[in-house]
């Protein structure tokens, strides 16, 4: 409900400004072609009252509504009731009618695409139907030259004005959609890349490799018996060695140097143009960094790290046989004690095809 609220806050909010500045100058368009008429004067008050309060005044009844968006899209029909009232009372005076129906049929298309252009278009029938009603059915298909030079304004300053909002429209939702791909990439507890993210990067930099002949370390990090963890501590202590985790891996690694959550307990790097001896020792201090953690409200509790390393080789046929290897090597450091770095075995072209 509240959500729906603000977003229809924010539609009368882009709204309110082109109503102001096309209404505003929409009354000299009009006042220009009802002055030759002869009209009575309650006519002026009400095109006074239009032109300059009602954008005001329809910008509060919407924002005050409980309803926000359905309040201004009925603002919007009002609008266009008044537009074909207006064509009707100063007798469809050509220019002034194609420039006043015109940007209101724009206004609607713009806020409310086709459903809103059809209930635009019947309520601009509407006023026309109640001007006739009054005035009589009567066509004025003559202009003056102050009824082209009051059109102007109309024709000029209303379409910038809504280009302007449909530019800031469009810069939002391109920020929005960038802030969606993100999230739709990175993993919601850690902030580190999610599976999927950090999988398509690893194929991504397995073909760089290939192409270019260049070195990159793949390491796959395991937190040992996480499980007991959680069972002993509760998950909320899980979940924060979980972050301290990425925090580490977040000072360690270069913007080059790319991290993920692989699974539950299980992190993954991608070390590029990093030697083996290198990346073994970044991998140590990483370890030793978890083994200094302490959790305020669990101070025994005490993090280790299982981490399996493998160098990229061009007997790799594709990224899958490079992230076996890492995992291999992983498998080994949790066989051989847990809390250590083991490196995967160098292929051979022989021992590859024998695999």
């Known amino acids: 409900m509240e959500n729906q609220r603000g977003k229809g806050l924010s539609f009368a909010r882009r709204i309110y400004l082109p109503r102001a500045i096309g209404l505003g100058i929409g009354f000299f368009s009009v006042g220009a072609a009802l002055y030759p008429l002869n009209l009575p004067g309650w006519l002026w008050a009400l095109l006074v009252f239009n032109g300059f309060f009602w954008p005001h005044l329809a910008y509060q009844v919407s924002t005050r509504s409980a309803f926000p968006y359905q309040a201004e899209r009925r603002n919007l029909l009002y609008d266009s009731l008044c537009g074909g009232f207006w064509a009707a009372s100063f007798q469809f005076s050509p220019l002034t009618t194609v420039t006043i129906l015109s940007m209101m049929t724009m206004n609607n298309v713009a806020a409310g695409g086709y459903r809103l ?9 509407a006023g026309v139907l109640l001007g006739w009603s009054i005035f009589g059915v009567k066509f004025n298909l003559t202009m003056t030259q102050t009824q082209v030079w009051a059109c102007l304004p109309m024709l000029t300053l209303y379409p910038l004005a809504l280009g302007m909002v449909c530019y800031r ?3 939002k939702l391109s920020q929005h959609k960038r802030a969606l791909s993100a999230l739709s990439r ?8 999610n599976h999927g993210a950090w999988k398509d990067l690893l194929h991504l930099k397995f073909q760089q490799c290939r192409q270019h002949n260049t070195q990159a370390m793949l390491a796959l990090i395991d937190i040992d018996h996480f499980k007991m963890i959680n069972d002993s501590y509760g998950h909320i202590v899980g979940d924060a060695a979980l972050r301290q985790m990425s925090k580490e891996l977040r000072n360690l690694l270069d ?17 590029p143009n990093l030697p083996l001896n290198k990346a073994e020792t970044l991998m ?17 509790l005490r993090v280790s790290l ?6 990229y080789q061009n007997a790799y046929t594709d990224a899958l046989e490079w992230l076996d290897d890492a995992d291999k090597a992983l498998y080994t450091a949790k066989h051989t004690g847990r809390n250590t ?7 051979t072209a022989s021992n590859h095809a024998s695999a």
Not at 255 to 271: P, S, T
Request: glycine share 8%.
């Open 117 to 125: 252009f059809v209930f635009g278009a019947l309520a601009q029938l």
């Open 341 to 347: 770095v083991s490196v995967a075995l160098t292929r």
């Open 284 to 300: 140590e201090q990483l370890r030793n960094a978890l083994q200094q953690y302490r959790h305020p409200d669990v101070p025994e």
């Open 169 to 171: 429209l469009a810069i």
């Open 306 to 311: 299982s981490i399996g390393l493998a160098c």
């Open 255 to 271: 913007e080059h140097e790319l991290a993920g959550r692989y699974g539950g307990d299980e992190f993954c790097v991608i070390l």
């Open 186 to 193: 990175t993993d919601s507890l850690t902030g580190l890349l």
